[in-house]
């Protein structure tokens, strides 16, 4: 199943947190976390693949929140999504233990 996926990176308002979480609470509540950097920006992905959820940090304040009824759809949102991340400039950056390393 293949999806036209529009990615709004950058100039976007911010929205509001989802409602009944925050930004530290969801951060402690991921399966696995995805870290893009660029400049002085960057963009955190939370993935819950029990839940079949993902939230989007960044850049800047922006928040969003995506749930799927599918894991297959996750996935497929996601590696979309990285993608256009990727070639927005964007370096994907291994976040382990607490610590950072550049996972080229």
Known sequence: MTR???????NEPPLAPHPGSSASQ???DAEEIHLFVRGYES???LIRRSTKSLQVFGPGRLQKHHEFTKTADLEEFLKAYEKSVL???WTLLDVTDRRIANRS
């Open 43 to 45: 963009i955190r992905i």
């Open 87 to 89: 070639e927005s400039g």
């Open 26 to 28: 969801a951060l402690q």
């Open 4 to 10: 036209g996926y529009r990615w709004l990176i950058g």
